[in-house]
């Protein structure tokens, strides 16, 4: 007996057998069905192929189809589904499997537009969620259905879901650039309204006793209280112009950290050495200047920028000092935990509670600070902004009358003592330089002597150009120069012409820009032209010496 | 008989081989394809299946459960 069935030419196929029932129910016998099973195996080959296209573009595209059967609430989805979040498909047999997952957030949203669409009050059924995957975290997806069948019994939906994690966190990172960038438009319009003003009223004094100083009949005294007026009108104005400055380095991400081994006790004594100077210069005998510090007598070396830690200190003290008559200001430092705990306090005339509210930001003055004393009302600001760049914290207390105490905090990171500057850069013998020759363009006599000396003790020897034309004639007549600083605006021809002329002469000749322009944006820009650096004026000793051993042929 | 089977061969189609056997499992009518397929010799009405272990077992079972039984083959 054959138990399986093929014919004559090797085909093979499916059996079907159903009992015969007869209209009257009465079972008559049965009626055997056989189908090719070729042609069965050639459809369901084609359909694999079919499915395992739009499985591999599903997967391709991130996406997934689904249906949902209601009111059963059973669904049917693409295995893509459960893929993209790491979970079993077997797991999600009803639409409540996968609610389970979405996020709580999101739950709602999308119940209520799936309702939208079944009620007839949207066309799609269109909503944005996150899924919880298999290590916890969640998934944004985008999913979109439509009912494809209804009748009185059921209806069915029928989608795709999108996974948009990436799209979502572009979009997030698009909507806080355009909110940076608003919050930045509107800084920069009230930074120049405020700027406009704290810059006429030093300049207007100075416009104003300038010309009273044209008069012809006024004595020694007066001419030289007019003097003394412009003056301080002057040092305002530039106080003024270099809190701006660092200002709007800070805000711009602009101001370098250096940070380097240095001695802590050595930075605080100068700074007291500095301000026992300054009070005697500003009047203010009666105020004692006390710096307090654990175990005086030895030194504590840390990493910091010691520029910055200097100009913070100054700033806090130097305003100290400003609103202190008498009494004193005291400063100093404790270690705690992983801080350097800083603090500096006076017994000046103090703060209000309204004043403490808007102590550290921009152009924001005190009342009584504005009405007696000059400043800009930067540099607090100034100071929170170098701080926040330090990874450290401000923080106050003040009250009215009785004094301020500011507190502020920096990630204590102890050095050794070998560490220190000054032994590094005995360290680099400069040997890679030795017999070179540099061709210097710089037009300014002061910044020309400058580099002399900074450059006094190099083994190398230095052409010197006044303009970008004398740089253009000497470059084409020595051969031997492996390296050309240029600086930008000179007369004749200015450094990027010149640079342009060099590189006709000797592609690939490395030239470098130093200029007073310090923006990033510069920075790109000159490197776009053809240099191969940038370094910015005032120029740093041992940043011009890196440069120079990094590039010089 | 031959007109009627005339009728289901051209019901049937190519592939498909159709034929009704009685309660005792003897064949009522066929198809030309199921004669063909079933390498039947020129059966008559009222006569036994021959060969066909599969095709006996699985009818029993439809008769018996009053339900379909289906049976896919190797190839």
Redesign the interface.
Known sequence: MKKEIQDNDGNWYLLGISPLISPCGKTEGVIIILVNNSVLKNAESELDATEERLTRAMIAGNMAWWEMELPSGKITFNHNKTRMLGLKGEDFKHFRDFMKIVHPDDNEGAMNAMYAHLYGNADIYVCEYRMKNAQGSYQWFQDVGKIVHKDQDRQLIAGIVTEITERKRIEAQLKEAKLQAELANQYKNQFLANVSHEIRTPVSGMVGFASLLRKEDLDAETKKLYIDIIESSSKQLLNLINDIIDVSRIEAGELKINKEPCELHKILKETETMFEQLKHARGKENVQIRLNFPEKDKELFIVIDPDRLKQILINLIGNALKFTEKGGVDFGYIIENDYLKFYVSDSGIGMTDEDLKVVFERFKRSEQAHKKYEGTGLGLAITKGILDLLGGSISVESKEGKGSRFTFRIPYVPAEARDLKAEKEQASDMASLSGKSILIAEDEMINRMYLEIILKDLPVHIYWAQNGLEAVELFMKHSDISLVLMDIKMPLMDGEEALQKILEQKPGMPVVAQTANALSSDRERYLESGFVDHISKPIDRQQLITVMEKWAL | MKKTNTEYNKFSG??????????D?KI?RYTE??K????LKDPQPGQQLP??????T??H???ET??????????
């Open positions: 190519d592939d498909i081989g159709t034929l009704i056997l009685d309660n499992l009522v394809e199921a063909r397929i079933l390498k060969g066909y272990d599969i095709i006996i699985g009818a079972k439809a008769l009053l339900t379909t039984y289906e049976k896919r083959n190797s190839g």
